[in-house]
């Protein structure tokens, strides 16, 4: 439903929004930029997962690489039951099914090598965080 709109502020209010959200995506595309120029600068390897702590004046930064995992729910269930390892489903997914990792890492190799057909793994992209230092005001 499409509402025309008479009340001038309103109006004004959607305009500015609507610049907001342009100059937000553009900051968006910068940030991301300056994350790929810092991950060239220190020769971050994306497509694994890692973690990498920068120190510069105003504190730290870290960077973590990580590996986006995709489950067919279909199939990880049909593998299971044509392989007598429904038990082992909970341990392994989240469902909506997602690998928890650091248990898949852990099971027998048996055991993984069975759900393997079921996942596709990607690189994801690597999340920044920063963490101010105590005295900082900015």
């Known amino acids: 439903m499409i509402v025309k709109q008479t009340d001038p502020f309103l109006d004004s209010l959607l305009v500015k929004w609507h610049l907001a959200k342009q100059v937000e995506q553009e900051a968006i595309r910068h940030r991301r930029d300056v994350e790929d120029l810092i991950k060239s600068v220190i020769g971050f390897e994306e497509g694994r997962e890692s973690r990498v702590t920068l120190g510069f004046q105003n504190g730290r930064m870290t960077i973590t690489g990580r590996l986006d995992r995709k489950v067919d729910t279909h199939l990880v269930r049909q593998l299971a039951k044509e392989n007598r390892l429904e038990d082992w489903l909970e341990h392994l997914f989240r469902w909506k099914a997602e690998v928890d990792v650091r248990i898949w890492r852990t ?23 920063l963490e101010k230092q105590e005295g900082d005001k900015q």
Do not use: M, N, W
């Open 107 to 129: 099971a027998p190799e048996y055991v993984t090598q069975t759900f393997a057909p079921a996942i596709t793994t990607k690189p994801g992209r690597a999340t920044f965080s």
